[in-house]
């Protein structure tokens, strides 16, 4: 069974600074995606950004950025030049190409003005 | 369209009583979801659908019973439920053969069971 870790129930970080939010996974696959969503109070779960397993490149998607390490299974977001709207429950998520979605244990990212 | 209508947005039963939830999306995605999700704790999947037939059930009890009567809706009928499968319900459709996609994800019903 894949499982999702997400090691930092809470984070906080000032706004305009910088934050790396972890995340690890454990599969046996070799065919996989890997997303980060964002959960606002609103509660609608959005879509920060994905990759491709099978892809070495970080993706990266405007301040929002990836640290992808296969070997390690780790999978860590960066968000550079933090916002207010940025505050929210931020899960990791694995897929696989069966189509089935596992949901790390979220961290909730509070923005300091 | 690239939504996920979810009504209603609210919802308190007795535990006597019958509700359903509606999903609708106009994306042409064949795989629907429910999800559970309890606060500050991640989604739990409930149910999938691929082209309208249920692909996926994990282990949910009977008192939930989804139905996709089209392509683009999805229901979750809801009977004698208890307290404590209040929740937030959430919706989500994707395409089948692009897992490189990320689900679309409705706003979800709050449920509140009395």
């Known amino acids: 069974a894949q499982t999702v870790t997400q090691s930092q129930p809470e984070m906080s970080v000032q706004e305009a600074e910088t934050v790396t939010l972890s995340c690890t996974y454990d599969?046996?696959?070799?065919?996989?995606?890997l997303f980060w969503y964002k959960q606002p109070p609103s509660r609608q779960m959005i879509l920060v950004i994905r990759q491709e397993a099978y892809k070495q490149q970080n993706a990266t998607e405007n301040r929002f950025s990836v640290n992808f390490q296969k070997a390690a299974k780790s999978f860590s977001l960066k968000i550079s030049d933090s916002q207010l709207g940025d505050a929210a429950m931020y899960f990791c998520a694995y897929r696989t190409p069966g189509n089935q979605f596992y949901f790390g244990t979220g961290t909730s990212l509070t923005v300091i003005p | 369209d690239t939504e996920v209508t979810q009504t209603p947005k609210h919802l308190v039963m007795g535990m006597t009583n019958k509700k359903s939830l509606k999903c609708e999306q106009h994306?042409?995605?064949?795989?629907m979801y429910w999800y559970k999700q309890k606060a500050k704790k991640p989604p739990e999947l409930m149910f999938v659908y691929s082209y309208e037939k249920l692909s996926i059930n994990e282990s949910v009890p009977s008192r939930f019973s989804p139905e996709c009567p089209n392509s683009s809706l999805l229901n979750l009928h809801l009977h004698a439920l208890q307290p404590e499968d209040s929740a937030l319900y959430l919706c989500?459709?994707?395409?089948?053969?692009?897992?490189?996609?990320?689900?679309?994800f409705g706003s979800g019903t709050r449920l509140t069971v009395v």
């Open positions: 599969t046996s696959e070799s065919d996989y995606y």
């Open positions: 989500a459709s994707g395409p089948t053969s692009l897992a490189n996609y990320g689900y679309t």
């Open positions: 994306m042409g995605h064949r795989a």
